[in-house]
């Protein structure tokens, strides 16, 4: 579960992390009515899950109350695409918080590392909108340090971190006593990452997040029912409904609907599509053990996109049955007006059964081909015509 900025400092003040005051506001009205309770200045922020907003024109420092006005009316509704043309993300809320002065900008970060099966804490003193462009020039400005997680990040161990990261002398208490307090955000909120940029130094050279990135793990929210409460259904239509029928769906830009058993197998399934010159729309994983209903599910699912103009089902059986597949996809036909082709790779477990209830069914528009990369190559011929 992604928090929005708003929710992660309400997130951090639980954590004694010093941040802004502000307030979330959802109408110009109450944007302007937190403005005069904060003081001017103040910024009225986008409150969007996705980075690059103040390019965009979702961040804006507004002087008076004809200003917050302006802005909060300019930003509540806008769409705002990410650096990398995600989106676009419709603005619903703003944060209005109280503007900062602003010395240095840190980076700052707690990481779930799944390779090392630790907490990986990352401090850099370049931070700031175009710190992933430092990332990638200057691997060294960021400072890396695993934590054990049966014994934590203590004090000596951050001041530590913040020393090796070069932090102006004056602040490294101040530095490592937030990173301090973000592991343990990190640690008693269940979180998959927590990401401060900028992490700044004011003009009185206090430790402020002037950000906040949160991700809480999906599967402790049961204990975090406050958190648990604030989850916004999705905007896009197929990623609510795929939320509703319990699917695991991302929503993509292309035409070419994919569905695999197994996350590892869909994200192969989206390159060998990408490579063979096709345009993934989905990445939907049916799960290990698919019956025959979340088949039919996912193909209402996938095929609601108007966007999809062919559908790939990449099926390796193990656990799930392919005949179980097949029976889905025969059912399916029956609840969904499949006006576009379907592509069918089904391996493992049951195939043979699989597709000899495929073959007697004789659906239109359904194809089989037998290798992956056939599969992938039928799909996006058939996508383009």
């Not at 001041?159 to 973000?182: F, R």
């Not at 049961?222 to 239509?237: I, Y």
């Not at 035409?255 to 695999?260: D, E, T």
């Amino acid at each position: 579960m992604d928090l929005l900025e708003y929710q992660g400092k309400q997130l951090f003040a639980r954590s004694g992390v010093a941040a802004p005051a502000g307030e979330p506001a959802a109408s110009v009205d109450d944007a302007v009515a937190a403005a005069e309770r904060i003081g001017y200045p103040c910024v009225i922020k986008a409150q969007v899950l996705i980075g690059g907003r103040g390019k965009a024109g979702g961040i804006k420092v507004a002087k008076d109350a004809d200003e917050a006005r302006a802005h909060a009316d300019a930003i509540l509704g806008m769409d705002i695409r990410g650096p990398r043309g995600e989106g676009p993300f419709r603005v619903h809320r703003v944060w209005v918080e109280e503007a900062s002065e602003i010395d240095s900008e840190y980076y700052a970060s707690v990481i779930l590392d799944r390779s090392a099966k630790m907490p990986l804490v990352i401090l850099s003193r370049m931070g700031g909108m175009n710190v992933e462009e430092i990332a990638e020039s200057d691997p060294d400005a960021l400072v890396r340090l695993h934590v054990d997680p049966l014994l934590g990040l203590t004090h000596d161990d951050a001041v530590a971190l913040a020393v090796d990261a070069a932090i102006d002398e004056d602040v490294v208490e101040g530095v490592a006593a937030s990173l301090v307090q973000l592991y343990a955000a990190f640690n008693d909120f269940d979180a998959t990452l927590i990401e401060v940029n900028p992490l700044i130094v004011t003009a009185d050279r206090e430790v402020v997040a002037l950000d906040a990135k949160v991700t809480i793990d999906g599967s402790a929210l049961f204990r975090h029912d406050e958190l648990a409460a604030q989850e916004d259904p999705p905007e896009d239509p197929q990623e609510r409904a795929a939320k509703e029928k319990g699917l695991t769906y991302v929503k993509l830009d292309g035409n070419v609907g994919i569905l695999g058993n197994g996350a590892g197998l869909c994200m192969s399934t989206l390159d060998v599509v990408a490579n063979a010159g096709g345009r993934p729309a989905n990445f939907l994983d049916a799960g290990g053990g698919s019956k025959a209903d979340a088949i039919v599910d996912a193909l209402e699912v996938i095929t609601s996109d108007e966007k999809v103009t062919a559908v790939l089902f990449n099926i390796f059986g193990g656990i799930t049955r392919c005949d179980e597949v097949a029976t889905g996809i025969i059912e399916a036909y029956g609840h969904v007006d499949m006006d576009v082709p379907l592509v069918v790779r089904l391996d493992g477990t049951n195939s043979e059964e699989g597709l000899q209830l495929l073959a007697e069914a004789k659906l239109d528009g359904l194809h089989h081909a037998e290798t992956m990369l056939g599969a992938a190559e039928q799909v996006v011929e058939l996508a383009g015509k």
